[in-house]
């Protein structure tokens, strides 16, 4: 990241629009270097569509968008292949591609790059194996042979091949029971402290919420309405915010927040 840029995303004036159904009106946002935001609001409030006008997937009505300091409505094709480059995305399901082992989709985008000797990419995708806690004994299974926290790992793997400076991660927790999803969290709570990412994650589950996040930013009303550390963001007098953080689950994850306040 170029010197000087204090925010990894900007996001100004945004507007989505499907046909005549107003998604954003107006959505500001910004993301400093380093934090772990969450992006939370009910079902329609935009929170994917969002994620992927970030990654440039899909282009707002009007509004701008800057990733690591460069406009994505002004970059050309080249640039926004660039910037992809510096970014990696862990999507919910995985998408993994079912037709290659586990080592191939790993060292797809490094052999997208053509920068990389066979040799070179072999000890990058056993290094990534192991840091997401895979044994290189996987790397030739195939995805339909995986649980699903494999799947998540090696993902996950796969998104830090190039070595990102911003982490994207859509419903990381989602489909795992509670146990692997703690260990995922405190994995991804790792890698965040030893790279140094800044990472952006769309989520529902409070737990995870609770126990990653260092600010969360709350989409309703058509605008993010909320923006903050947890413990701010639950004082705010909202309907959608009392609702979301009133269940029993949050409340617990609340007073864990009391109980040990250098949490989030």
Request: charged share 25%.
């Amino acid at each position: 990241m170029g010197a000087g840029v204090e925010h990894v995303i900007e996001i100004e004036g945004l507007w989505t629009k499907f046909g005549d159904f107003v998604v954003h009106r107006g959505v500001d946002l910004k993301v400093r270097a380093g934090e772990i935001l969450a992006l939370v609001g009910g079902s329609g409030s935009g929170k994917t569509t969002l994620l992927r006008q970030m990654l440039g997937l899909e282009r707002p009505h009007q509004g701008r968008v800057s990733i690591l300091g460069q406009r994505l409505d002004s970059a050309d094709r080249a640039s926004l292949k660039g910037l992809r480059n510096r970014w990696g995305v862990l999507f919910q399901e995985g998408a993994l591609y079912s037709a290659l082992p586990v080592f191939d989709n790993i060292a797809l985008p490094l052999r997208e790059l053509k920068c990389f000797d066979e040799e070179l990419i072999r000890e990058i995708v056993l290094l990534k194996l192991a840091m997401v806690g895979i044994e290189a004994r996987h790397a030739a299974k195939m995805p339909a042979d995986l649980s699903g926290g494999m799947v998540k790992r090696i993902a996950l793997a796969r998104a830090l091949a190039l070595e990102p400076e911003l982490l994207f991660l859509d419903e990381p927790t989602a489909g795992l029971d509670p146990d692997r999803s703690d260990s995922f969290v405190a994995l991804i709570r790792d890698l965040h402290r030893e790279l140094k990412l800044t990472v952006v994650m769309v989520t529902h589950d409070l737990d995870t919420l609770f126990e990653l996040t260092t600010s969360v930013a709350v989409l309703a009303d058509q605008k993010v309405i909320a923006l903050g550390p947890v413990r701010e963001v639950i004082a705010i007098p909202h309907p959608f915010i009392k609702a979301f953080f009133l269940g029993d689950r949050a409340q617990r994850a609340i007073e864990v927040i009391r109980e040990y306040p250098f949490v989030v």
